[in-house]
């Protein structure tokens, strides 16, 4: 069973500059979570997606945003970015089951310079 | 609100002797409880769940955890460490089925010693 996969593995971007980070779930999970892990703050969630609608968000500003397809593969975007952006996104899924744990993908490292 | 805590930064134990990675919660209702491992520029891996029944769990890798609700604690364990063990590992919680988006602890990194 293949597991979540994300891309670009790594990016470097400047001041300013808008990214967009893909997520493909594994095989039958529904639900899609995306999670910024930055140095010194742990892992704070970002948005979850399940049957394509935006179910929960995280406290983050709106310039942070994202979708979910028909295939369920998630993109977040980040706009206008800044310097405290640089982090690890990582994109986890999971069956809508209540429960059920969630699976990662090894995420993609944004550096903003 | 809901929350998850791990009192411990680091901890550093022998090669072959027990190991424990403590973890406290603070969740309204019935806690679902999990453990996740996470190794250098990896995503996480996930290591068990408690969610009802049988107070000790038991997970990959020979890890297990044990339930209190009393103490509304969640300790990871296992009964001889591997330097293979050594990673940074996450508890988290989810708010009992209405979602399962995780909160997280801020992470204990664990060290097994040669």
């Known amino acids: 069973e293949a597991g979540v996969t994300q891309s670009p593995t790594h990016l470097i971007k400047t001041r300013g500059q808008q990214v967009t980070l893909r997520c493909s779930p594994i095989s039958g999970h529904t639900s899609v979570y995306w999670y910024q892990q930055a140095l010194g703050l742990g892992l704070q969630f970002l948005l979850w997606?399940?049957?394509?609608?935006?179910?929960n968000r995280g406290n983050f500003p709106p310039r942070f945003s994202g979708r979910q397809f028909p295939n369920y593969s998630s993109e977040l975007n980040v706009n206008a970015l800044e310097l405290e952006d640089s982090a690890l996104y990582l994109c986890?899924?999971?069956?809508?089951?209540?429960?059920?744990?969630?699976?990662f993908g090894n995420g993609t490292r944004l550096t903003v310079t | 609100a809901q929350s998850v805590a791990q009192p411990e930064d680091q901890v550093n134990v022998a090669e072959g002797n027990p190991l424990t990675v403590k973890c406290t919660y603070s969740v309204s209702g019935n806690p679902y409880l999990f453990w996740y491992v996470q190794y250098p520029n990896r995503g996480l891996q996930f290591l068990l769940k408690y969610i009802t029944g049988d107070n000790l769990v038991k997970g990959s890798y020979g890890f297990e955890a044990e339930f209190n609700k009393s103490q509304t604690s969640f300790h990871l364990k296992k009964p001889s460490a591997l330097v293979s063990d050594s990673a940074l590992y996450f508890c988290?919680?989810?708010?009992?089925?209405?979602?399962?988006?995780?909160?997280f602890g801020t992470g204990t990194l664990l060290a097994v010693q040669p």
């Open positions: 988290a919680s989810s708010d009992g089925g209405a979602t399962n988006k995780l909160i």
């Open positions: 997606y399940d049957e394509g609608e935006e179910r």
């Open positions: 986890a899924s999971s069956l809508r089951q209540g429960g059920s744990p969630l699976h």
